[in-house]
Antibody, heavy 119, light 107 residues
Framework: QVQLQESGPGLLKPSETLSLTCTVSGGSISSYYWSWIRQPPGKGLEWIGYIFYTGSTNYNPSLKSRVTMSVDTYNNQFSLKVTSVTAADTAVYYC?????????????WGQGILVTVSS | DIQMTQSPSSLSASVGDRVTITCRASQSISSSLNWYQQKPGKAPNLLIYGASSLQSGVPSRFSGGGSGTYFTLTISSLHPEDFATYYCQQSYSLPHTFGQGTRLDIK
């Protein structure tokens, strides 16, 4: 059974860069799409973008100028970077798998990691 | 971007009740609609994909319907563990977008 686990710093200062890693266990990162999704406290879900195991990416236009994703197939990991964070980037960040770029749901999800941006 | 609108935003119901949550898309998304259940402090869990297909392991009391711009999630008889927040999500085109959520509370 595939499991995902997010890791990274939980507290950042404004203008810093958010860096998170999602480790995939119980299955290969190959042949799937891997997304990052975030949820501000008490609010709804926002898709940040995806990376395919080949390294191909697609980002939400709302964040595109600040987001970079990368994949490490050797270690079965993929990563998210968001530059110039502000308090508006405070959220629980989830990683999730999907079998195609469009037309499919996200399953499974990681447990999520809370990232707080505060001076 | 395709906007997803759920109704109601919140709902109170009792164990054993039948409830229906609706989701409307701002343009046609064919059947590319997914439903998730989220409990406090937990990640969302995929219930329904492709508008009406039940994800493996999800109880049969959950069902989905609709196509185009109008979709429904129905729980035929509420169990105590069903009280949670439900989200729809369109996977028809990028960027993927979610509804604002429907909170289902115990009456």
């Amino acid at each position: 059974q595939v499991q995902l686990q997010e890791s990274g710093p939980g507290l950042l200062k404004p203008s810093e860069t958010l860096s998170l890693t999602c480790t995939v266990s119980g299955g290969s990162i190959s042949s799937y799409y891997w997304s990052w999704i975030r949820q501000p406290p008490g609010k709804g879900l926002e898709w940040i973008g995806y990376i395919f195991y080949t390294g191909s990416t697609n980002y939400n236009p709302s964040l595109k100028s600040r987001v970079t994703m990368s994949v490490d197939t050797y270690n079965n990991q993929f990563s998210l970077k968001v530059t110039s964070v502000t308090a508006a980037d405070t959220a629980v960040y989830y990683c999730a798998r999907h079998p195609s770029a469009t037309g499919a749901g996200f399953d499974p999800w990681g447990q999520g990691i809370l990232v707080t941006v505060s001076s | 971007d395709i906007q997803m609108t759920q109704s109601p935003s919140s709902l109170s119901a009792s164990v054993g009740d039948r409830v229906t949550i609706t989701c409307r898309a701002s343009q046609s998304i064919s059947s590319s609609l997914n439903w998730y259940q989220q409990k406090p402090g937990k990640a969302p869990n995929l219930l329904i994909y492709g508008a009406s297909s039940l994800q493996s392991g999800v109880p049969s009391r959950f069902s989905g319907g609709g196509s185009g711009t109008y979709f429904t999630l129905t729980i035929s008889s509420l169990h105590p563990e069903d009280f949670a927040t439900y989200y729809c999500q369109q996977s028809y085109s990028l960027p993927h977008t979610f509804g604002q959520g429907t909170r289902l509370d115990i009456k």
